[in-house]
């Protein structure tokens, strides 16, 4: 057993003991708990269990953060290994991205498409990486005029611009492509604005930002300027409860917010106005409830993906 492998079971193991006792503590002071399902447009009760993805027989999943979908395809960046595992919508793994020579990752976490490029983020390089769908590796994306990647996490690209919120810094930095700094917004606090260990970011359709404050249990929202709006989630005035260590966030079709809590082994859906609808964990009766999630993507067609890493599966809902 590899020293590598070694630590991700030590750690894999504390985060799991950490999950239960968090996990039920929070059942059993969070109201968000008790959500019932309002109608919202055709949405009238949470998404169902579909199948799970488990990886390869003999190579399965190990502590899988983040996932992405593109053309039918479910692309899990795999933590432990350090690599980017693509998958059928059934689960059939297709190939491997990452694994070897140029363009090896270390710790992957989010990913996101720009047409036909894949970009990944790696914690443990404090870099983003480019390849091909098909898992050639093209180039480093490189920051201009001395602006710097620490430990990015969830990536966006939308509008020709590539965001994401760093873990080390507690900001969220907006780029171009070619490497451009525009705009960086947020700083390390509890006030309005701040954020502490920020690991997801999604953008909805008026182009409004929304992060997950995953050490201060809350997720914000930004305007496109990146000027602070409101809290999501957060006890107080402005949200009905605290949604505890918030990770990945996805925006569906209809502009609703999905936000994938981690100790709370739960999804909790928003729409834009930061009113809570809905939420949802429950997989089928043998398998019971979520583990862990962490990250989240949601297709054309509404299909949701959630990565469970230490059940070290993407469970699939519809």
């Known amino acids: 057993m590899t020293k590598q492998r070694l630590y991700g079971m030590v750690i894999g193991l504390v985060v799991v003991l950490g999950a239960f006792f968090g996990y039920y503590y929070y059942k059993s002071t969070n109201p968000l708990d008790a959500l019932q399902a309002v109608p919202v447009g055709n949405v009238v009760s949470p998404p169902e269990f579909k199948n799970f993805i488990f990886g390869a027989e003999n190579n399965p999943l190990a502590l899988p953060l983040g ?38 990752l270390n710790h992957p976490y989010g990913m996101a ?32 005029d001395g602006a710097f990647i620490s430990i990015p996490a969830q990536l966006v ?10 873990l080390a810094i507690s900001k969220v930095f907006v780029f171009d492509l070619e490497g451009n700094l525009l705009m960086t917004f947020g700083s390390k606090g509890e006030g309005r604005g701040q954020m502490i260990k920020p690991h997801g970011l999604a953008v909805d359709n008026e182009r409004n930002f929304y992060v997950s404050d995953s050490n201060n249990n809350r997720v914000l929202k930004f305007s496109k300027e990146g000027k602070f709006v409101k809290f999501l989630g957060q006890k107080g005035d402005e949200a009905p409860s605290e949604i505890l260590t918030p990770r990945s966030l996805a925006v569906d079709s209809r502009n609703n917010i999905y936000v994938v809590s ?12 930061g009113t809570a609808l809905y939420s949802f964990s429950k997989l089928n009766d043998d398998e019971g409830s979520l583990v862990l999630p962490s990250g989240i993507a949601i297709d054309g067609t509404n299909k949701i993906f959630v990565t469970e890493t230490t059940g070290n599966r993407v469970s699939v809902f519809q």
């Not at 899990?76 to 350090?82: F, M």
């Open 67 to 104: 996932v992405a979908v593109r053309n039918g395809e479910v692309y899990v960046s795999d933590s432990d290994r350090g690599q980017i595992e693509v998958f059928d919508y059934n689960g059939k793994l297709l190939r491997v991205i990452g694994d070897k020579g140029p363009g090896r």
């Open 113 to 144: 498409f720009n047409g036909n490029e894949l970009y990944v983020a790696d914690g443990g390089w404090g870099k983003i990486l480019i390849f091909e769908p098909n898992g050639k590796f093209k180039r480093y994306f490189e920051p201009k």
């Open 157 to 166: 690209i939308k509008d020709g611009k590539l965001m994401f919120p760093d």
């Open 262 to 273: 981690g100790l709370g082994a739960t999804v909790y859906v928003f729409n834009k106005d």
